[in-house]
């Protein structure tokens, strides 16, 4: 039988349902006990049981005294007889997991008992609290963080100087006093009126919830956190099994022994992030309570009931690159295939990402792996992406005049909700108008293709796609010039697959074409998206590129082939990790044949899609936290942005007549991994 985990031993089960509701067994499962925090405890004093072995810290303080008769002395005893509430409270937060008994919230953690009691042998009295003050002092003087108060004001009716300045002492330390809120079953924590501006940051309640069928409830005993004290109180279990004064295993009910598990999870939270202040611990609490009650914080219970799991993951986390911090929300790379093929760049970034380390809102450092958050998308060869409109809701129309041509692509479309309902889309367009030897044009996701590209299996011909597809808009005119045809084209997008602009000269002639041209692409790369916050792959990019392409005849054959070099650098954000590039080099090219056969025509064809082969960036990312200044340690790498020749074969067939036309082709990559193909037959109705 599968075991959830190995912690959840009889031991874990001892405490079941307190630990569970509060999702204890998260920091049990990745080791964090509390180890290294030390967990004043004002009560009546903590006397070392089995569990509490080695628990209790050599700066443990009795404050206390002892009266017999008339004779009353300093006590300077940390535990007896009469601590057993104390004790119960010490083995909530901090008994030990030792696969007997029970276990603390916070086993690896260390009590330092204050204990605050007054003694009278005689009568067999105990009052607590006179010396609080003195205890909370000591505890800001020697660093103690936390601070558990499982005991009340005997009079909470009227507000008390003395409580109140105690606690804003002990805040301006930055400690976390943690005061059960009563059990008296009223409708306010005792001490809210001793709440003020001043201390209120390093005061927390808690209030007890006790198990029903459907869920927790507050248990009927409890005090309310109350209108006044709402924001400062917070819930936790009200019973947990705990080890008493005499050895034997109880369990302990109230809201001391929730307050217990509070003053544990705040040692949890401080162990793992010593960077912290208790009063910073005590916001995390507050901040990651799961909601309970009425919606949002409420005078029944505060925050709601505390959560082991939330609290010890990242709130808000941010990624920085030295200079900026940015939300991890949202945030992703990709790596465009000119870049990543055969993975070699996508490979080589997401090793460097795989140990990062990142701020959370409260300022705690988390170390792990984002290398699930880059990738390498699918290549689409060729204008594959444009042509998924070719289908049986295709269609096209022409139209000429003198002077003036005009042709669009259509396709129609059914409505997912109702079938009945047809919306239309253009899905291309080309329009020219003949101004004497000058030619006016403009088109839409149109294609000025050098070769047969397969039925779009084959890598683009048309340097526009290749470089920046969304850039499906051109205006240009065109004007013969020494035997051959000039042409000036602006370029833009509507945005349906990336954004780009530019300008691109074309000269053509038989048998030569040359064109050269700049993109500016915004948020995509060569066509593909950059990604999301700081880990995107820049803002875009701007391409410079020349073009090469000649066409041959030589008896039944024809070839067609093309070369192009681009020089491209990317637009780097200010707040990504990517803090730098090199210009990145690119090239491509290709070659087909075609030959008449089997009464149409066979193609075959060989190419190189586009591929960088120079070019690097740098990656800067934080590896760690330094606890000394407080602040995150940087590494700086630099990253190829190159990609891997990995040539596309293609072999196509097409025949047609009036009535008819059928068309197959198949491509593959050359070591023969990525193969594809595509058969269409069009009819044509009169």
């Not at 290294?36 to 005294?65: C, I, P």
């Not at 004001?153 to 009563?182: C, E, H, I």
């Not at 705690?364 to 290398?371: C, E, I, M, Q, V």
């Not at 060569?526 to 700081?534: L, R, S």
Request: aromatic share 6%; with cysteine; proline share 2%.
């Amino acid at each position: 039988m599968a075991v959830r985990s190995d912690e959840d031993d009889e031991e874990y089960r001892r405490n079941y349902d307190a630990f569970e509701y509060v999702h204890a067994l998260y920091a049990l499962d990745h080791g964090w006990t509390g180890q290294g925090v030390l967990v004043g405890l004002v009560d009546d004093g903590v006397l070392q049981n089995a569990e509490l072995t080695g628990q209790l810290s050599a700066l443990s303080k009795d404050f206390g005294t002892t009266t017999t008769g008339s004779s009353t002395t300093d006590r300077n005893v940390i535990g007896d007889k009469y601590s057993d509430h104390g004790t119960m409270v010490a083995g909530v937060i901090a008994g030990l997991n030792d696969d007997s008994g029970i276990q603390g919230m916070a086993p690896g953690a260390k009590i330092v008992a204050l204990r605050v009691s007054d003694v009278n042998t005689t009568t067999n009295e105990e009052t607590l609290g006179r010396t609080l003050p003195a205890a909370l002092n000591y505890a800001a003087a020697n660093g103690i963080k936390v601070v558990n108060a499982s005991l009340a004001k005997v009079d909470a009716s009227q507000a008390s100087p003395v409580w109140s300045n105690m606690v804003t002492r002990y805040a301006a330390s930055g400690g976390l006093f943690v005061n059960s809120a009563g059990n008296e079953s009223e409708a306010n924590a005792k001490g809210y009126l001793d709440l003020n501006d001043a201390n209120r940051n390093g005061w927390l309640f808690v209030t007890a919830l006790d198990v029903t069928e459907t869920g927790v409830t507050l248990a009927d005993y409890s005090n309310q956190c109350g209108s006044i004290a709402m924001a400062r109180c917070v819930s936790a279990m009200g019973s947990n099994a705990t080890m008493d004064v005499r050895g034997e295993l109880v369990l302990f009910s109230g809201t001391s022994s929730a307050a217990g598990q509070v003053s544990g999870l705040a040692a949890l939270i401080l162990s793992k992030w010593p960077q912290l202040s208790g009063v910073e611990a005590g916001q995390v609490i507050l901040n990651t309570a799961h909601d309970l009650g009425a919606a949002g914080i409420d005078p029944v219970y505060g925050a709601g009931l505390i959560d082991v799991e939330a609290a010890l993951s990242p709130v808000s986390p941010t990624l920085s690159n030295g200079v900026t911090q940015t939300s991890l929300q949202g945030a992703s790379m990709v790596i465009p295939d000119a870049l990543g093929g055969g993975a070699a760049t996508t490979t080589a970034v997401k090793s460097m990402l795989g140990k990062v380390t990142l701020l959370d809102g409260f300022g705690r450092d988390f170390s792990g792996s984002l290398a699930g958050l880059v990738a390498h998308p699918e290549r689409r060869e060729g204008s594959f992406a444009r042509q998924v409109a070719a289908g049986a809701g295709a269609g096209s129309s022409s139209f000429a005049a003198p002077g003036f041509t005009a042709r669009f692509g259509y396709e129609t479309l059914g409505d997912g909700a109702n079938a009945q309902v047809q919306r239309g889309r253009m899905t291309s367009g080309e329009f020219a108008l003949a101004l004497g030897s000058t030619r006016v044009m403009a088109t839409y996701a149109g294609q000025d293709a050098i070769q047969d590209e397969a039925m779009g299996l084959a890598p683009a011909s048309d340097v526009t796609l290749a470089y920046a597809p969304g850039a499906n808009l051109s205006v240009g005119v065109a004007r013969s010039v020494a035997g051959g045809q000039l042409s000036v084209s602006a370029l833009s997008s509507d945005g349906d697959y990336g954004s780009a602009s530019g300008l691109m000269l074309g000269w053509s002639g038989k048998p030569l074409r040359v064109k050269m041209g700049y993109l500016t692409e915004h948020d995509t790369l060569f066509g593909t998206p950059v990604g999301a916050g700081a880990l995107r792959f820049g803002n875009g990019a701007r391409t410079a590129f020349l073009e090469l392409s000649r066409q041959w005849h030589a008896g039944e054959w024809s070839l067609d082939t093309y070369a192009s070099v681009g020089a491209t650098r990317l637009k780097i954000g200010g707040d990504t990790l990517l803090t730098s590039a090199r210009p990145i080099l690119s090239q491509r090219a290709g070659l087909s044949a075609s030959h008449a056969a089997f009464g149409g025509r066979v193609r075959m064809g060989l190419a190189l899609p586009l591929v960088a082969f120079a070019g690097s960036g740098e990656l800067t990312y934080a590896i760690g936290y330094d606890l000394t200044s407080r602040s995150l340690v940087y590494s700086r790498q630099r990253v190829g942005l190159t990609g891997r020749i990995d040539p596309v074969m293609s072999v196509g067939y097409e025949r047609g007549g009036a009535a008819s036309a059928f068309r197959l082709a198949a491509a593959t990559n050359a070591s023969g991994g990525d193969w594809r193909a595509l058969a269409s037959w069009r009819l044509t109705l009169k």
